[in-house]
């Protein structure tokens, strides 16, 4: 980690400030549509049981319990506050942090995790933790941002505000996504067969959920930003403006799912 070794929720996108439910709820809304049909294709359903790692504010937990008809979810996040009230019947929940070596909470069917490994410096060891809560035939999906647009030119303002996020969040709470395209490979080194991936990228359209997902994690994160160099407020408000009026033509980062089987 580049920065002081805070980490998320910690140093930016604290749970306990007003609206972080909320911006978590869009993400959730841009790109729950995608987890759900690979986490069926994949088994999710009656006679399972599934751990969801770093759950937030528990969508994809809530769907497995109830309308996948999972008969046990266990939903882990660091800070449960938005997962309590969903809790009852098949969905329990656990106030915990994956990357303490005392993390045990069983044996599961299927272990997923989205959005969580690139904000983890030791990812490879925490994948490879995460690969011994599975059953035999189990099977892990990990799910990360992937940019596939915003690094390379034209330098227009929507590409210069995320790269100056993105920096941002590296120098911040350590974010990483440069390495989540080897997401096949990794799973691969870990024993797992059956490997398989994934990319997909919401439409990033006025008034889309993913739209305002980033301008709130813009706003979350502007002095970051504005630290960088990359960018100034007038430049960061017009990349805002671009997404807000639909005038952007770009791709928003999008999500790979990887997924393979324990043998």
């Not at 995608?34 to 937990?61: K, V």
């Not at 989540?180 to 490997?195: F, H, K, M, S, V």
């Not at 979350?220 to 403006?241: F, H, Q, Y």
């Amino acid at each position: 980690m580049d920065g002081a070794g805070a980490g998320y929720g910690e140093a930016l996108f604290e749970p306990w400030k007003p609206g972080e439910g909320e911006r978590i709820d869009l993400g959730s809304m841009a790109y729950d549509t995608f987890t759900r049909a690979r986490l069926l294709a994949l088994g999710a359903g009656p006679g399972t049981r599934c751990l969801d790692i770093g759950a937030g504010t528990g969508t994809i937990s809530r769907w497995l319990a109830g309308e996948a008809g999972v008969d046990e979810v266990l939903a882990v996040d660091r800070d449960v506050r938005f997962l309590e009230p969903l809790a009852g019947g098949a969905l329990r929940t656990l106030a915990a942090d994956v990357t303490e070596p005392g993390f045990a909470p069983g044996r599961f069917d299927l272990v997923h995790a989205r959005f969580v490994l690139m904000h983890l410096p030791e990812h490879r060891r925490v994948a490879a933790r995460l690969c011994e809560l599975l059953n035999p035939g189990g099977r892990l999906v990990l799910g990360d941002a992937v940019d596939l647009t915003t690094a390379a030119p034209p330098d227009t303002p929507y590409r210069l505000a995320m790269r100056a996020m993105w920096q941002a969040l590296r120098s911040t709470i350590g974010t990483d996504i440069s390495w989540t395209p080897e997401y096949p490979r990794l799973l691969r080194d870990l024993g797992l067969t059956e490997i398989g991936a994934e990319i997909q990228v919401p439409a990033l359209t006025a008034g889309s959920p993913i739209g305002a997902f980033w301008l709130e994690t813009w706003e979350r994160t502007r002095e970051a930003m504005l630290a960088t160099g990359l960018v100034d407020a007038g430049l960061l408000a017009e990349a805002a403006e671009s997404i807000t009026s639909g005038s952007v033509a770009d791709l928003s980062p999008g999500l790979v799912t990887a997924w393979g089987r324990r043998p």
